[in-house]
């Protein structure tokens, strides 16, 4: 039967299964208090069963909205940061052709602003916009993010000045606070249609809610594909499931048992650029869940083979602190053989007709094995094959995993009050009001020129 596989017997060298074993009663009140919603940031819980809680009208409804913004626009602007718009873009970079963006056929181009503040980026998007006819989903919960408030201003005096105001807000849907903030305000005072991101649902866990499945049915994919894919993930690392059969379970306790052998950092692996974005996504998911109170691993990232020929080396032979995690896909949708050359002068010819995925497979296996013998403990992530179903299973998977290894690490996985420093001394620096006092303080550090 096909489904998703968690292998940790590779790490038995470098944290013996006695080790792992011996966490599973922590795991064990882990998911118990997961599922007693008593733990920390227990109001943050309604990712858990969402899943299987979708109705199909709130799918149509999704659909509905999706479908139009899809039959008047070239191009669908997705503004948001964090967990506001890298579940969507891992999922449509995932299923996208990789060298137009979209899916194949006719549907419009899905594409991100409001995560970052470059001048060049955002001019840029105009000029590309000055030219193409366009929506935007604008999401944000608390709708005063910085990153995104710049973008949504810009890009709605550009759409309002293209096509004039009313035109404007039907080519508008904000995601938002059922209730309060500042974009809910602007949605009500401009008449825009909006979809909610549920009180109890934070960022980085909202990926099976409107945040995540808008975008990705207006980039064309199927969004009850990807809920059918995170309903069976539910049900698979269940509460009723036994631990040792649980994946969730399993690769929770793997990666603490690693960490408390000083395996402070895990790399996310992939063979295929297709999942570069999964792996962004993933990143935020533990890093802002498990990175507090001076703990946590360190999730960092790699692209197989591309970065064997640059950080190769480091997880080959540098400090032994690292370990990887695989996400290895079985089957591949397309079908390219090496072609045989007369001449061989590349000395390819010994492997000429066979398949790339084939070719793929033996690096992946060959560069596993030389990383066990570097002592980089490994473990793999199996899917099937990349399609909505698989990813929203293996998205799932890892929301459950990050809850159960949080609360294993004695964290709260729903909070991020680390995220609120930068802010503060930006809003100081800038000079916005309730900051005066700071910015005093930090024009004193930084010296006059600031
Ligand atoms: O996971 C999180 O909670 C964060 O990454 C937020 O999603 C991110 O900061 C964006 O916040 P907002 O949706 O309020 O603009």
Partial sequence: MSTLRVNIEDIYQFATEDQVQSLMPTVEQSIKTLYAGNGKGSDYLGWLNLPSLITPEQIDAINEV???????SEVVVVVGI????????????????SFTGSIEGNAPRVIFAGFNICEEYHSELLELLDKKTYSIIVISKSGTTTEPAIAFRLLKQHLEAKVGKTEAATRIVAITDPSKGALRQLATQENYRTFIIPNDIGGRY???TPVGLLPIAAAGFDIQKL????AAAEKQTGFDIPLTENPACLYAAAR??????????????????KLHYITEWW?????????????GIFPAGVNFTTDLHSLGQYIQQGERLIFETVITVKNSKRKLEIPSDSANLDELNYISGKRLSDVNRMAQLGTTLAHIDGKVPNMSIEIPEINEYWLGNLMYFFQKSCAISGYTLAVNPFDQPGVEAYKKNMFALLGKKGYEEQGKLLREILGEEH
């Fill in 256 to 273: 603490n048992a690693l960490y408390e052998n000083g395996y402070k950092t895990e790399i996310m692996v992939n063979y295929t650029p």
């Fill in 283 to 295: 990143k935020q998911l533990f890093g802002e869940s498990e990175g507090k109170e001076n703990k």
């Fill in 206 to 208: 909202s990926v099976f």
């Fill in 66 to 72: 999706a479908n139009d913004l899809r039959s008047k």
């Fill in 227 to 230: 809920i059918d894919g995170a």
């Fill in 82 to 97: 964090g967990g506001s718009y890298l579940g969507a873009k891992s999922i449509i970079e995932s299923l996208s052709h």
